[in-house]
């Protein structure tokens, strides 16, 4: 978990906006183990670790087709023995998966929320097996070794306590702008990519704390007020330099999704 501390900017906390929130919260435990604290303002926390990660709040509509905003959210486990405990948890239980990943860096399950909204629970590789070149760091998409995976389950006992959100990929119709803001407003920058529709964007040498995709394509709408989705992220910043800079970038607080941002900052 050391490129989610000082110096890296991260997101530490999300928003979401759910249709049903008794749904939602049954899935976010049930599924993926978060303890939830339900209010009766129409909202949960869901904690790992006695630390908030996600924010849901009901009361909103799902869309009928893709928005900008959530790709999906990445919740990143401490170790591979936690990822065997998950995946096998999930087979346990029949719960559906969308797909199960070796990005060479990273071994990763993906799924959906009730309302669509994209999960990943993931482990990262140790930093020395990454392979770096000319400043960029090489990621694949291969077929996850599940049964490998698997064979080193510990006992499954909901979200272990370090997990924390790992990265946040983000759908968008402009590439070019939503990168150039999450440079200028967070000191990323880019360490690799896919063609030219799809850009990972870190700080302190991680393979993404940011992505950005345009696979719905140019015409994708911004998300209306009262869809469902990703309302608000919450980032960890090292400093008031890195703070005057996001308020500098981002006078109105949101991004060019229309994602509003919020952040925290840490002495450095």
């Known amino acids: ?106 071994e990763a399950i993906y799924l959906q929320d009730p309302d669509g909204n994209g999960i990943e629970v993931y482990r990262d590789r140790p930093a020395t097996e990454w392979t770096w070149s000319s400043g960029r760091v090489h990621m694949t998409t291969e077929p996850l070794d599940a049964e490998a995976v698997a064979a080193q389950a510990r006992a499954w006992n909901a979200l272990p306590d370090e997990t924390i959100i790992g990265h946040v990929h983000l759908q968008t119709s402009s590439l070019p702008a939503a990168k150039a803001f999450y440079e200028t407003a967070f000191g990323m920058r880019e360490v690799t990519s896919i063609g030219d529709h799809a850009s990972f964007l870190s700080t302190a040498s991680y393979h993404h704390h940011i992505a950005l995709n345009t696979w719905s394509g140019p015409r994708i709408q911004k998300r209306q007020r009262g869809e469902t989705g990703l309302l608000e992220m919450q980032f960890s910043l090292p400093g008031d330099a890195a703070w005057k800079s996001l308020q500098s970038a981002a006078p109105g607080m949101t991004d060019p999704l229309g994602v509003k941002l919020s952040a925290t900052a840490y002495s450095s």
């Open 1 to 106: 978990m050391s490129f989610h501390t000082s110096p890296a900017a991260f997101v530490e906390m999300i928003r979401l906006g759910v249709s049903d929130l008794t749904h939602s919260v049954q899935f976010y435990q049930d599924v993926l183990g978060f303890q939830a604290s339900v209010h009766d303002n129409g909202t949960a926390d869901l904690t790992a670790g006695g630390r908030t990660l996600v924010i849901l709040e009901e009361g909103y509509t799902r869309p009928s087709e893709a928005r900008e905003g959530l790709f999906h959210v990445a919740f990143l486990l401490p170790d591979r023995p936690s990822l065997g405990a998950f995946l096998t948890h999930l087979v346990q239980h029949r719960f559906p998966v969308q797909g199960a990943s070796d990005h060479g860096v990273s």
